[in-house]
Structures are given as structure tokens and as C-alpha cells.
């Protein structure tokens, strides 16, 4: 079977993470999230640990070298053998290059969760997660019990990054650098758009359905 490569693009909050974790369970493919995977490095004690969490929690991108590096890295293994889905890169045209380079043309493809700033906003303000990864929201998707992780009973925390004036530079980062690439996915006849605005569930049965459209087995 042909590698298949799907990209979450879309602005902060606009629920990539949350339908990227439902595709993978869907289609068996694993997730590159290098937001996820630079939240880890973030927690060790180490210089360069210590540096990605000062870039973070200004709502700054970390350097393309870095981000570059744990993709090359998380490409090669085993379990990157059926394909995988991406949240949160390429998220400027560097990174754009870089994968392409890595992957070729065919067979991928960018799935953009549309959504407006204020209700990311809305979103954010409400976002609880967990260390294994999980999302939730204190309104649109609460976990069963306040403050515990339905998954694993790991206490739920508000991310560094979700305060108003961080997620203000965010958002602003999102416009000028990663939005531009959707020019890119759309001349390459490679987008899919998804009115992200819809409830989780609706969201994810668009997503679904325009995979299936392509061909592609879920
Ligand atoms: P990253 O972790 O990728 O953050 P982000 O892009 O800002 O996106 P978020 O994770 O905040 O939101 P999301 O779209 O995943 O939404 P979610 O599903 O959680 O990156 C963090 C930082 O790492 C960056 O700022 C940067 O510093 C660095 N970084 C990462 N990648 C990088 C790269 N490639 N290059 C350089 N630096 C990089 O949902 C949000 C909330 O809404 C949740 O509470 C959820 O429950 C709720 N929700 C989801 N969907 C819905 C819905 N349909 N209706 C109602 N509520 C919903
Ligand atoms: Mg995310």
C-alpha cells in the first residue's frame, strides 16, 4: 500500500490536535505533533529544554533547525511505514521546503481547520490538557470528572502558551507565516478545507468524508 501523508493546518485552537488524535485511532497512522514533542523537551532540564520553553511561552516559532531536526528524527521510525499525519508543521515556507523534499509531492496532503480568531479565542480560554496528550475543554468536550484525565487520571493543566496576550502573538504568527501556505496546498490541488466552526464531532465526519473522496481508505 502507498504511504499517505496528512497535514493538520490551521490556526492555534482551531482543533487540530484534537482531530489529528482522532484520525490517527481511524486510519492507524501515527502523529508527528512537534508542538507535543516540543512540550516534552521543554520539560527537561537541559539548556537547549530550557530554551524552547523561553520561545514557547512568548508564542514565538522555534528556530526551523530545531523542529526540522525531530522531524527528520520521528520520520525514520518503525512505525512511519504506512505514513503519518502532521499537526502543527510545516508552519512557514522553510519547513514547507523541507518536508517536501522529504516526502515528494504525491500523496500528500493538508487538511486546513478553518476557524476564526474569535472563536479561538473562545477555545483557548477554555482548554484543559493532560501530560499523555489528551484535550479537553471545560465546555465544549469536559472531561468525566473536573480536573482528571478521562484517559489516564493524570491532573489536568492549563498550557504556558494559553494566556490572552500570548495567544494574541500567536494568532499573529499564524497569519503571517503559516496562513501564506495554504496558497500553496490550494495551486497544488491538495487542500482539504474544514469548516472548523462546527462541534468536534461534525468536524471530524467532514474530515472523514473528504478523505474517503479522495480515495483514500478509512
Ligand atoms: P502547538 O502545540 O502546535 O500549538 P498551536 O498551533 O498554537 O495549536 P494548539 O495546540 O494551541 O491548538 P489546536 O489547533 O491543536 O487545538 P486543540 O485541538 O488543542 O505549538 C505550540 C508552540 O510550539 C508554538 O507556538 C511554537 O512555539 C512551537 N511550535 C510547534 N510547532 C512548531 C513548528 N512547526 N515550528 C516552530 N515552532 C513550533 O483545541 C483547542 C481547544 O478547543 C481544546 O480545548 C479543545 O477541546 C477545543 N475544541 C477543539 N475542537 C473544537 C470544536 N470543534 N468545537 C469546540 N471546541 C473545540
Ligand atoms: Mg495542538
Given at each position: 500500500?502507498?504511504?499517505?501523508?496528512?497535514?493538520?493546518?490551521?490556526?492555534?485552537?482551531?482543533?487540530?490536535?484534537?482531530?489529528?488524535?482522532?484520525?490517527?485511532?481511524?486510519?492507524?497512522?501515527?502523529?508527528?505533533?512537534?508542538?507535543?514533542?516540543?512540550?516534552?523537551?521543554?520539560?527537561?532540564?537541559?539548556?537547549?529544554?530550557?530554551?524552547?520553553?523561553?520561545?514557547?511561552?512568548?508564542?514565538?516559532?522555534?528556530?526551523?533547525?530545531?523542529?526540522?531536526?525531530?522531524?527528520?528524527?520521528?520520520?525514520?521510525?518503525?512505525d512511519a511505514n504506512k505514513?503519518?499525519?502532521?499537526?502543527g508543521f510545516p508552519r512557514?515556507?522553510?519547513?514547507?521546503?523541507?518536508?517536501?523534499?522529504?516526502?515528494?509531492?504525491?500523496?500528500v496532503y493538508a487538511i486546513?481547520?478553518?476557524?476564526?480568531?474569535?472563536?479561538?479565542?473562545?477555545?483557548?480560554?477554555?482548554?484543559?490538557?493532560?501530560?499523555?496528550?489528551?484535550?479537553?475543554?471545560?465546555?465544549?468536550?469536559?472531561?468525566?470528572?473536573?480536573?482528571?484525565?478521562?484517559?489516564?487520571?493524570?491532573?489536568?493543566?492549563?498550557?504556558?502558551?494559553?494566556?490572552?496576550?500570548?495567544?494574541?502573538?500567536?494568532?499573529?504568527?499564524?497569519?503571517?507565516?503559516?496562513?501564506?501556505?495554504?496558497?500553496?496546498?490550494?495551486?497544488?490541488?491538495?487542500?482539504?478545507?474544514?469548516?472548523?466552526?462546527?462541534?468536534?464531532?461534525?468536524?471530524?465526519?467532514?474530515?472523514?468524508?473528504?478523505?474517503?473522496?479522495?480515495?483514500?481508505?478509512?
Amino acid at each position: 500500500m502507498e504511504k499517505i501523508y496528512l497535514i493538520f493546518l490551521g490556526p492555534p485552537g482551531s482543533g487540530k490536535g484534537t482531530q489529528a488524535q482522532m484520525l490517527s485511532a481511524k486510519a492507524k497512522l501515527p502523529i508527528i505533533s512537534t508542538g507535543e514533542l516540543l512540550r516534552h523537551e521543554q520539560e527537561k532540564n537541559t539548556n537547549k529544554g530550557k530554551m524552547i520553553k523561553e520561545i514557547i511561552v512568548k508564542g514565538k516559532l522555534v528556530s526551523n533547525k530545531i523542529v526540522e531536526a525531530i522531524i527528520n528524527k520521528r520520520l525514520t521510525a518503525k512505525d512511519a511505514n504506512k505514513g503519518m499525519i502532521f499537526d502543527g508543521f510545516p508552519r512557514n515556507k522553510n519547513q514547507l521546503r523541507h518536508l517536501t523534499g522529504k516526502l515528494g509531492k504525491n500523496n500528500v496532503y493538508a487538511i486546513l481547520v478553518d476557524v476564526s480568531d474569535k472563536e479561538v479565542k473562545r477555545r483557548l480560554g477554555g482548554r484543559r490538557m493532560c501530560a499523555c496528550g489528551a484535550t479537553y475543554h471545560l465546555k465544549y468536550n469536559p472531561p468525566q470528572k473536573s480536573g482528571i484525565c478521562d484517559l489516564c487520571r493524570g491532573k489536568l493543566f492549563i498550557r504556558n502558551d494559553d494566556r490572552p496576550k500570548v495567544i494574541a502573538d500567536r494568532l499573529k504568527l499564524y497569519h503571517q507565516q503559516s496562513e501564506p501556505l495554504i496558497d500553496y496546498w490550494l495551486k497544488s490541488k491538495r487542500l482539504i478545507k474544514i469548516n472548523g466552526g462546527q462541534n468536534i464531532s461534525r468536524v471530524r465526519k467532514d474530515i472523514e468524508k473528504k478523505i474517503r473522496n479522495l480515495g483514500i481508505k478509512l
